[in-house]
């Protein structure tokens, strides 16, 4: 299965439900399952978020209340990759790439987010929306080494993936 390694507090978003889109400076081919997978570093510059809305509203419901209460360094969740929309000043547009350059549709295929999910994200014009669907966050964190980009989680199994 594919995962992709998130620094805290934003895997936690990802696996209470609270984060929708994860935003990156690259877009991928895969779509499919996904594991969220916690960094096993939890720098002090993000823990101060915590205690900061809308991430302090947006944990507690998941019973995350602050650092260590966060899992680091584990699996926190499985996904679908949905989509992966090109981010712009109007909003989220389907893409195409050839020959080393991008075309997007001028349409916005969906609105860029307001509010919560606009702050848990970097929407500046030209990174890609990950769009993350049918989230399951993990009853217990499952250790693993994460990695940088799209890796391969090997020797762990989920049902339905």
Not at 81 to 96: N, P, S, V, W, Y
Not at 118 to 140: C, E, H, M, N
């Amino acid at each position: 299965m594919k995962a992709i390694s998130l620094w805290q507090p934003w895997a936690s978003l990802v696996a209470t439900g609270a984060k929708k889109i994860e935003t990156r400076s690259w877009p991928t081919r895969h779509r499919g399952p996904l594991a969220i997978h916690a960094a096993k570093r939890y720098p002090k510059k993000f823990q101060a978020l915590e205690n900061q809305e809308p991430f302090y509203s947006a944990l507690r419901p998941g019973g995350i209340y602050k650092y260590p209460s966060f899992s680091c360094g584990a699996v926190v969740a499985i996904c679908k990759l949905e989509d992966i929309l090109f981010i712009t000043k109007k909003g989220l547009h389907a893409f195409t790439t050839k020959y080393g350059g991008l075309s997007y549709n001028p349409e916005p295929k969906l609105p860029l987010p307001t509010e919560q999910e606009f702050v848990f994200g970097d929407y500046t014009p030209g990174r890609f929306a990950w769009i993350l669907g049918d989230v399951q966050s993990l009853p217990k964190s499952i250790p693993a080494k994460g990695n940088q980009g799209l890796w391969e989680l090997e020797g762990v199994a989920f049902n339905g993936t």
